[in-house]
Nanobody, 122 residues
Framework: QLQASGGGLVQAGGSLRLSCAAS????????MGWFRQAPGKERDFVTR????????YYADSVKDRFTISRDNAKNTVYLQMNSLKPEDTAVYYC?????????????????WGQGTLVTVSS
């Protein structure tokens, strides 16, 4: 089970940190990802991190602004979002998978959190 939190309303240029707490499995064996879905749009890849935390990959739209990290001792993955833009407004979902090819496609993920809304005002 995944529980995402930390969303909210922020002005453009501001920051937010999302958290995703996992329970019911061996968290450290999962690749964790963040996706987002804006109103009327598809759910898009944002970033993912390997089980060890040594490899991260970002969508071009968030590179150098967002940072994913994980704390396996706390069964939690984080998404630090800086320099937020209005186009970052979306519901953000965390996801988990054990088997991954690239980790950039939503079909690769088996478990999903409920989503947390991020709204960036201009």
């Amino acid at each position: 089970q995944l529980q995402a939190s930390g969303g909210g309303l922020v002005q453009a240029g501001g920051s937010l940190r999302l958290s995703c707490a996992a329970s019911g499995g061996t968290f450290s064996s999962y690749v964790m990802g963040w996706f987002r879905q804006a109103p009327g749009k598809e759910r898009d890849f944002v970033t993912r991190i390997t089980w060890s935390g040594n490899s991260m990959y970002y969508a071009d739209s968030v590179k150098d602004r967002f940072t994913i990290s994980r704390d396996n001792a706390k069964n939690t993955v984080y998404l630090q979002m800086n320099s937020l833009k209005p186009e970052d407004t979306a519901v953000y979902y965390c996801a988990a998978t054990r088997a991954v090819v690239t980790g950039t496609h939503k079909d690769e993920y088996d478990y999903w959190g409920q989503g947390t809304l991020v709204t960036v005002s201009s």
